[in-house]
């Protein structure tokens, strides 16, 4: 075996997004494409030489070539170790479990999380540092300027492992470690959640379905739910992942999870009902004919917490992105803990659970986690909820409807419009940003506006400032329009806007979601000229 270095040109357009760098596969499969990226990451460590690096993905198309190339790559680099999880596969919560529990000096997670899978799909690759968490933008930043001015890689001519027995071998030096992808992740939900009471929950007939999409949380919630805690064989559906997710969209929304949703509101339906995405760190709650929203979820976990033992002294706050509703905002009031508002994306929380400062954390879609590691976790979301239906005995909408009665209903949507021309949607956002110092003090279709500005975030524990996260329109009563870019799509520009009302009367709690946000529709459009601008007359997506 013996290390070489190959000369290569930088390629235009690798830098990472808010959940690493997402591309179409054909684009990755381009020669040196990935090496040239894995370098820049590399090249971008400081004091790495001898560390340990943790690797896996969520198995999608194109996840295990890249693994071969990466680990030949960390050989190059003088890494001691690389923790590889047996197939490929580490969902990205149990890849950032691993980096904490053994130490590691970091992590990639190959995943391009709910997107599209297969030869024609996505294909992502993200760097975690010590702490488990998203690189931050320094990180990410000084990769990308690298990627501008990389002439070579390094890489081992070693042969390919055999990454479905678990066990040692040694690379050019490297150790590499072969490990079950699902041990150390439920030994820390062992500890957290109390699985003796789940058990008795499910011994006394509780019945529940869960959709892993044929993606990675599948072996996950099997290991887990069936074998530890007793749920009846099947309770597991879609288990299996797949390259391509089985031709489906892994995205657990009632869209995309259509077969999950329409389960549930039959005859036959379970008591409770959850999927998760493609790299498991995404979560869908859904009762008996009744859906509960993230940002409801996210509030609903806060004031239960302390029933959890892994929660059992209580929270020392909450943090949410910013367009997530202000439900959870209610409820860290009620606690007298403090509610964070940060931009989209986890990295943004993790200076928060370092520091102490905040214990669960969510964002609208469709994830949530904790303290317990630095990613979203939605079979640790799925847990959570079924310690608190074992301990309380009531129905997933007997909790939400409570939860209502006391702090009342934020009704909330998402509109996404996908694969939008880039040009004008960045037209769009810049006529926006024209529009905002004319708008406090119009009334908009019955609707005040108090607040309209750029979101701009600065990090309570470094001080850093983030600007241009999203443009706010924040009216008189609490309602809320929000309009941003996705940074996780792959072709053209995603235009996410985002709708929010506050309704206290329980009497008003039960109108449809969208009738509930026409006014608030009406004004995004209005203000936006979303029509006009993208000739987009409707959402691709309403969730």
Known sequence: MAILTLATQPFA???PGTSGLRKKVSVFRQPHYLENFVQSIFDS???????????????????RHAIQIIVRMAAAHGFGKVLVGRGGLLSTPALSCAIRKHGAFGGIVLSASHNPG???????IKYNIGNGG???????????????????????????????R???????GMQVEIIDPVTDYAELMRDLFDFESIRALFARGFTMRFDGMHAVS???????????????AGTVTNGEPLEDFGGHHPDPNPVNAAELIAYMASAQAPDFGAASDGDA??????????DVTPSDSLAILAVHATRVPGYRAGIAGIARSMPTSTAADRVAAALGVPCYETPTGWKFFGNLLDAGMATLCGEESYGSGSLHIREKDGVWAVLFWLNVLAVTGKSVETLVREHWARFGRNYYSRHDYEAVDSAAADALMANLRGKLASLPGQTLHGYTVALADD??????VDGSVSRNQGIRLVFSDGSRVVFRLSGTGTEGATLRVYLERYEADPARHDMPTQHALSGLIAVADQVAGIAARTDRHRPTVTT
């Open 166 to 172: 678990i066990g040692h071998t040694t690379l050019d």
């Open 281 to 290: 760190d995404r979560n869908m709650i859904v009762g008996r004919r009744f």
């Open 118 to 124: 297969g030869p024609d799909g996505d294909f992502g």
């Open 218 to 232: 599948g072996p996950y919630a099997k290991v887990i739910l069936e074998d530890m805690l007793g749920a009846p």
């Open 13 to 15: 357009g690798q830098r």
């Open 134 to 164: 998203p690189a931050p933008e320094k990180i990410t930043e000084a990769i990308y300027a690298r990627t501008a001015t990389l002439a070579q890689y390094r890489i081992s001519d070693a042969a390919d492992l055999d990454l479905d």
């Open 45 to 63: 460590l400081e004091g790495s030489a001898g560390q340990t690096l943790v690797l896996g993905g969520d198995g999608r198309f194109h996840n």
């Open 455 to 460: 979101f701009a975030y600065t990090d309570p």
